[in-house]
T-cell receptor
Framework: AQKITQTQPGMFVQEKEAVTLDCTYD???????LFWYKQPSSGEMIFLIY??????QNATEGRYSLNFQKARKSANLVISASQLGDSAMYFC?????????????FGAGTRLTVKP | EADIYQTPRYLVIGTGKKITLECSQT?????MYWYQQDPGMELHLIHY???????EKGDLSSESTVSRIRTEHFPLTLESARPSHTSQYLC??????????FGQGTRLTVV
């Protein structure tokens, strides 16, 4: 089974600055997808960005970008121009694609606090 | 906006009771998932399904069961609730290789 590691339990960033949240993964499959989710204090899970293992370019979605380094098996989330509303838990997730009955597993999460 | 619904949103129940948490989606997704999450902590996969009449156990499934009789419905049943089951339960669904959409969650308290 795949394993997702987020080594930063908590991160602080000043408003308007950029921040990088780390995610490394372990899988023996060549085809897989990586996902980032945001969970505010209200509890809902909000999908942010997706990167496929065969995508040649790093994914971007507004202020979110994914620094994908396949050889190092890392998929770090970069948030540019941080806003107070970015304060939340952030989860990295992964799914292997070759199998029809594949599950989606999550890392332990990083709590981001944006300071004014 | 994703169309996946969980009921109830909040539930307080006594030890030993049998409970069923409901999850329904109207997007026609084949894959559905149940996760358990303590506040601010990681998500633990309990069960998942990749289609009608198919279910698989995750990491914390030994005390619960699921069924998938219809594509849109994926209920989770605790046969005998215990205080250790107090947590938030999140249901999600997805297509084959896309992101998962989550419901609002059920916050369960077992007293």
């Amino acid at each position: 089974a795949q394993k997702i590691t987020q080594t930063q339990p908590g991160m602080f960033v000043q408003e308007k600055e950029a921040v990088t949240l780390d995610c490394t993964y372990d899988t023996s499959d060549q085809s897989y997808g990586l996902f980032w989710y945001k969970q505010p204090s209200s509890g809902e899970m909000i999908f942010l960005i997706y990167q496929g293992s065969y995508d040649e370019q790093n994914a971007t979605e507004g202020r979110y970008s994914l620094n994908f380094q396949k050889a190092r098996k890392s998929a770090n989330l970069v948030i540019s121009a941080s806003q107070l509303g970015d304060s939340a838990m952030y989860f990295c997730a992964m799914r292997d694609f070759p199998y029809n009955n594949n599950d989606m597993r999550f890392g332990a999460g990083t709590r981001l606090t944006v300071k004014p | 906006e994703a169309d996946i619904y969980q009921t109830p949103r909040y539930l307080v129940i006594g030890t030993g009771k049998k409970i069923t948490l409901e999850c329904s989606q109207t997007m026609g997704h084949d894959k559905m998932y149940w996760y358990q999450q303590d506040p601010g902590m990681e998500l633990h996969l309990i069960h998942y399904s990749y289609g009608v009449n198919s279910t698989e156990k995750g990491d914390l499934s030994s005390e619960s069961t699921v069924s998938r009789i219809r594509t849109e419905h994926f209920p989770l049943t605790l046969e005998s609730a215990r205080p250790s089951h107090t947590s938030q339960y999140l249901c999600a669904s997805s297509r084959q290789n896309t992101e998962a959409f989550f419901g609002q969650g059920t916050r369960l308290t077992v007293v």
